[in-house]
């Protein structure tokens, strides 16, 4: 079967993870899949934030769950590393531009042997002042929304099961 096929069969979403962190040469590349995705007119119009800092990821940890209502909850589900797609929104395809990039690196992820699952809510974490306050301190201006955070680790426990593709998904036009 085609390797890239195969992976897009058997990739999860990952709910529980080890502590021990991705070391930096696998998440470059699962960063490097993520610049690799088509945009539209080719303009990239999304950046990703690699968040090493665990006083960060913490942060955006309890944002994320107080945006869910979930306070002290942590909706990155243990995961060490947290990579935040964004994208410039003056561009007309930025949130396509965006998924792109968020299903190609949760594709190199699974390809890499790593856990990986697309947490929402950025948008709303960015859209708030502690968020852009955020943005300002990376250097990034409030021209750019949130797409989404991937949150990547080891799994801890088993791998998810791939689950039957629904029928009837498919239609043909002559």
């Avoid at 209502?69 to 561009?91: Q, T, W």
């Avoid at 699952?117 to 250097?139: M, T, V």
Wanted: net charge negative.
């Amino acid at each position: 079967m085609d390797t890239v096929l195969e992976n897009m069969k058997e990739r999860r979403s990952v709910r529980s993870y080890k502590s021990d962190p991705v070391p930096d040469e696998l998440v470059g590349k699962v960063i490097e899949a993520g610049l690799c995705a088509a945009s539209g007119m080719n303009r990239q119009s999304a950046i990703i934030v690699n968040v090493k800092n665990k006083e960060l990821r913490d942060r955006l940890m309890r944002m994320n769950a107080s945006i869910m209502g979930r306070e002290g909850s942590d909706p990155f589900y243990g995961a060490p590393n947290v990579l935040i797609v964004l994208a410039d929104k003056n561009m007309p395809t930025y949130i396509y531009d965006g998924s792109l990039v968020m299903g190609n690196m949760m594709l190199e992820a699974h390809n890499l042997g790593l856990g990986s699952c697309w947490i929402h809510r950025a948008k709303e974490e960015f859209e708030s002042e502690e968020g852009k306050e955020i943005l300002r301190s990376l250097g990034i201006g409030e021209n750019f929304e949130g797409i989404g955070h991937l949150i990547l680790g080891y799994t801890d426990g088993e791998y998810p099961a791939p689950k039957e593709i629904k029928s009837g998904r498919v239609f043909t036009a002559d």
